[in-house]
């Protein structure tokens, strides 16, 4: 058997990753100087580094690990699965049986007539398959014109270069020659940073109508569909106002496009109910699905779409796929995760018990003279912070309050990631009561060390 890492000293491991190891979003200079944090082992919402130390993870993951972590029935699936039948197909007239179990029991899960799955590896190849979806329909339907995907700045849809153009990330389009064409941006329903004296309703109301405007200015025989995160998850976790959805849904039916919900981060219970856009009224013509789709533990994603996109491209060759659409191990995984997810009532048991405890608490940090706002939908969690809560200020030097303070989170043994000056989580969805009063400890001192160090930086003007 080969001989894994496991045994060695943490520095030899940091030096070798260093050698070796390009990292995703990262400055490599800057991380080999100093070394990864090597991860061990994880068990139910904790992790275990090569020191041994044990750390909450506030994040599951990347979004993603929603049953948590150290589940066996998921491995025992995957070793059988492996040796029935480890890898075959989807292209050539042939199917499977975990695959097929898997579009069936999505098909039951996901709400209204989107019954029929395209598999992917994950959210970004299925955010370039719903491209190449959107546009092949409407050339099906006659309509090869319509071609553009109208999106949000600072939406976040994935890495590759078709769905890194459909994200709004600045930082991401700045390299490699992104956007490619036919790609729109409207902006964002954020109203703590851009809503000025608006109401959050009014607000939500504006920001959807641009939706309008823009399809007015491209013309409607130009555009094919809509995407959005029905909570923006990596711009900061941010919660549209209520008025943004209903609006967005209602233009979406006017003008006729196909308005797809990327649910990668919201789908699989994160937001209190199964998906994102029974949360919030959203019925989608596509659906993105990944991340919690297998809890994290086997890499699939798939584009979900209603009966009707369906009868029209099963109408035409699909000129699309990839090696592991629908890949055997990945499915079973999958299939066993969501067995767990419905059997032990976990998507329940957020909305009941565990979102309800968490937000009785957040809302509570609207009191320390840090925080700006709070954000919540189910278990995901944003904490606004601002140098002058009156005047929803910024921070002179954006990210660097939210770099101290992810810092003092992981040096009390809490994972929390910050974006910019947003600190946000999205532990796992089986984070119990007990755990969630530890977060808010480890948070709220986190909280304090940082308003110290800022007051004492003089980075902090209301104080
Ligand atoms: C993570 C994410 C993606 C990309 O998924 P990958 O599996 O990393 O390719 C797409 N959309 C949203 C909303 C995401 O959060």
């Known amino acids: 058997m080969n001989v894994l890492f496991n045994h060695l000293p943490t520095e030899e491991l940091q030096a070798i990753d260093a050698a070796h190891h390009l990292h ?251 998906f994102g856009s029974q949360t919030y009224g959203i019925k989608p013509d596509i659906m993105t699905i990944a991340k919690g789709l297998s809890s994290g533990y086997a890499p699939i994603g798939g584009s979900v779409v209603s009966d009707e996109i369906a009868a029209v491209l099963d109408s035409d060759d699909f000129n699309h796929g990839y090696t592991y659409s629908g890949h055997p191990v990945s499915c079973a995984v999958a299939l066993e995760n969501l067995r767990i997810l419905e059997e032990e009532g976990i998507v329940d048991t957020v909305r009941d018990e565990t979102a309800p405890y968490l937000k009785a608490k957040w809302d509570a940090l609207n009191d320390h003279p840090l925080v700006g706002e709070t954000r919540i939908s189910g278990l995901m969690a944003a904490i606004q912070m601002t140098p002058d809560k009156s005047a929803r200020a910024d921070f002179a030097n954006p990210g660097e309050a939210g770099t101290i303070c992810r810092d003092f989170c992981l040096e009390a043994g809490l994972v929390m990631r910050h974006v910019k000056d947003s600190m946000i989580i999205s532990p796992p969805l089986v984070i119990t009561k007990g755990e969630i009063d530890m977060l808010m400890e480890r948070c709220v001192g986190a909280l304090d060390k940082t308003l110290a160090k800022l007051k004492a930086d003089g980075m902090f003007r209301a104080g």
Not at 71 to 93: C, G, H, I, S, W
Not at 104 to 109: N, T
Not at 145 to 154: G, M, Q
Request: glycine share 12%; hydrophobic share 40%.
């Open 24 to 274: 995703p979003f990262t400055k490599g200079a800057d991380l080999n100087a100093k070394g990864a944090r090597i991860i061990t082992r994880a068990k139910g919402s904790t992790l275990t580094d090569s020191e041994g130390v044990e750390i909450l993870d506030g994040m599951a993951g990347l979004w993603c690990v929603n049953i948590g972590y150290g589940r066996d029935e998921l491995a025992k699936v995957a070793y059988d699965q492996m040796r029935e039948l480890p890898y075959y197909n989807t292209f050539f007239q042939t199917s499977h049986p975990p695959v097929i179990q898997l579009g069936q029991k999505l098909a039951e899960l996901i709400p209204g007539d989107l019954n029929h799955v395209f598999f992917a590896s994950g959210g970004s190849d299925a955010n370039d398959t719903n491209i190449r979806i959107a546009r092949h329909y409407w050339a099906i339907k006659g309509k090869p014109s319509k071609k553009v995907i109208i999106s949000r700045h600072n939406a976040y849809h994935g890495s590759t270069v078709a769905a890194a153009s459909l994200g709004g990330m600045q930082v991401m389009h700045a390299q490699g020659g992104l956007p490619i064409p036919d790609i729109s941006h409207i902006n964002q329903p954020f109203w703590w940073a851009e809503g000025g004296e608006m109401s959050p309703e009014e607000f939500g109301l504006a920001r959807a109508q641009e939706l309008e405007a823009e399809i007015e200015r491209l013309g409607i025989d130009n555009v094919a569909a809509f995407i959005g995160e029905p909570v923006q998850g990596a711009g900061a976790v941010i919660v549209p106002p209520s008025t943004y959805w209903p609006e967005i849904q209602r233009i979406c039916d006017k003008y006729e496009i196909l308005l797809i919900a990327d649910e990668v981060i919201c789908g699989f219970g994160r937001t209190g109910n199964w």
